[in-house]
């Protein structure tokens, strides 16, 4: 069987954001103590059907192989996010915008909240915004009551920062 090629793309190896929150880093390490556990079960599940004799029609065995396959590709890359990660820790300092910061800004019609943190907790629909993201990363390094210019898109959005948490 041939596994068909795909020409990279713009996402293909985008490199993990090392920035996590403490729960997130806590979250990290659950489900790499979690794939740990099951990582024996499948390796026992892969020796029992190799016994089973001709691996090239022996479905079960190829499939169990992909899944340990995949088991162990997931136990390398969160040992290597968690290895790289740096925690964010919020300032208590609220005077200026930061990564982990919660910032309330309005353009002049609607009053949104957004937090900061790293790009791979971002959840928009929540209020969490990436500090890559053009908002995040327009508010970052501003205080409070300054008006932005943010580029969205086709238009151009002016934003004024109410409270910085």
Do not use: C
Request: aromatic share 4%.
């Amino acid at each position: 069987m041939r596994i068909p090629y795909r020409k990279p793309g713009k996402y293909t190896n985008l490199k993990p954001d090392p920035l996590v929150t403490e729960d997130k880093f806590r979250e990290l390490e659950k489900k790499l103590k979690k794939l740990k556990k099951i990582k024996p079960q499948a390796m026992a599940e892969v020796s029992r059907l190799a016994e089973l004799g001709d691996f090239s029609e022996n479905v079960e065995y190829q499939l169990a192989k992909g899944k340990l396959r995949g088991i162990n590709n997931s136990i390398m890359n969160l040992e290597h996010q968690i290895n790289n990660a740096e925690i964010i820790k919020p300032q208590k300092q609220t005077n200026q915008v930061q990564l982990g910061n919660k910032v309330t800004i309005n353009d002049g019609k609607n009053q949104k909240t957004y937090q900061i943190l790293g790009s791979t907790e971002t959840n928009p629909q929540k209020g969490v915004i990436s500090y890559n993201s053009p908002i995040g990363s327009a508010l970052i390094g501003h205080k409070i009551n300054e008006v932005i210019k943010i580029s969205l898109a086709n238009k151009e959005a002016e934003y004024k920062i109410l409270k910085i948490e």
